[in-house]
């Protein structure tokens, strides 16, 4: 089944750890999408990418990084987390025109103590 | 700035009767409206989408969506509200010749018994 895949779901650690959150998905689409949703539920884009080797900073600038190696695979990067970091991180994907939709994975709720 | 407005951050309704989510928009041009739902611990799944053509777009779970050009909307509604909508709704916009997504602070709507 053609889907989207986020992993950890939960994430509690502590200061300073290098941490990837990862996203995977089947559905083939070649965009891929990183949002930052803060606790006043508000999402924000942060990094997206059209392609393999293709990346983008979002509207809301972010210490994270993303790599695109693999078409359906994305993975956020924070080298060294802080509790600033705590938020959920949504991943999504869409197919290659402006009209597609863009769909969701369950999202990474990460807390950083 | 392009932005989207959802005026009401809870809208409660008795199951059984019909429910309307509010959604205004401020972009230029001819815009792409989505609307998105998030159940707790959840990612955003997909409700309907406006691109062109018929001003009133039929989507999942008995939802639909007026557009209305003129008054710069884009209001959710279902004739008659389960308890099991109840849950957070995302109204996003993209604006023309883009597949960024700005999405609106979110409702949450509560279908009481």
């Known amino acids: 089944e053609a889907d989207i895949y986020q992993t950890p779901r939960y994430l509690v650690i502590g200061t300073g750890k290098k941490i990837t959150l990862e996203c995977s998905q089947t559905?083939?689409?070649?965009?891929m999408y990183w949002y930052q949703q803060d606790p006043g539920m508000e999402l924000h884009l942060i990094h997206y990418s059209y392609g393999v080797n293709s990346t983008e900073k979002g509207d809301l600038s972010s210490e994270s990084t993303v790599s695109r190696i693999r078409t359906e695979h994305f993975p956020l990067t924070l080298e060294s987390a802080r509790p600033s970091h705590t938020s959920q991180y949504l991943c999504a994907s869409s197919d290659t025109g402006v009209t597609d939709t863009q769909y969701f994975g369950p999202g990474t709720r990460l807390t950083v103590l | 700035a392009q932005s989207v407005a959802q005026p009401e951050d809870q809208v409660n309704v008795a199951e059984g009767n019909p429910l309307t989510v509010k959604c205004t928009y401020s972009?230029?041009?001819?815009?792409?409206l989505f609307w998105y739902v998030q159940y707790p611990n959840r990612g955003l799944q997909f409700l309907l989408k406006y691109i062109t053509g018929d001003n009133l777009v039929k989507g999942s779970y008995g939802f639909e969506a007026e557009f209305n050009k003129s008054q710069t909307s884009f209001h959710l509604k279902k004739p008659s509200a389960l308890v099991s909508d109840s849950a957070l709704y995302f109204c996003?916009?993209?604006?023309?010749?883009?597949?960024?997504?700005?999405f609106g602070t979110g409702t949450r709507l509560q279908v009481f018994p």
């Open positions: 972009v230029s041009g001819n815009p792409y």
């Open positions: 559905m083939g689409h070649d965009k």
């Open positions: 996003a916009v993209s604006p023309p010749g883009t597949d960024k997504l700005i």
